[in-house]
């Protein structure tokens, strides 16, 4: 499966975006996904992620009741919702499919998109 991340830019701290990944496939529905973020000089780090159902997600406690992933398996496209940004949210955000289970670790992901960048300004 290849998927396209989009939807970042730069916005002000307290501001909301929201980014998109679509998926190519046919089975998009038949994979977890995960949202990932990275810092420049931090390691990829655990953003959220969702079942092949979308009747599981799962969050970082760092984003825990500002971020919402959700999926739409009709437009193979999962999007992650970002309000009340930070200035520490400011990182590269990849998305990423598994095949099965939905997981939190980023090694256990088997595709990834190119990635796009947020910059939250203070």
């Known amino acids: 499966v290849q998927l396209q991340a989009s939807g970042g830019g730069l916005v002000q701290a307290g501001g909301s975006l929201r980014l998109s990944c679509a998926a190519s496939g046919r089975t998009f529905s038949s994979y977890a996904m995960g949202w990932f973020r990275q810092a420049p000089g931090k390691e990829r780090e655990f953003v959220a992620a969702i079942s092949w159902s979308g009747g599981s997600t799962y969050y970082a406690d760092s984003v825990k009741g500002r971020f919402t992933i959700s999926r739409d398996n009709a437009k193979n496209t999962v999007y992650l919702q970002m309000n009340s940004l930070k200035p520490e949210d400011t990182a590269v955000y990849y998305c990423?499919?598994?095949?099965?289970?939905?997981?939190?670790?980023?090694?256990?992901?088997?595709?990834w998109g190119q990635g796009t960048l947020v910059t939250v300004s203070s």
């Open positions: 990423a499919a598994r095949k099965g289970i939905v997981v939190v670790t980023t090694g256990e992901y088997d595709y």
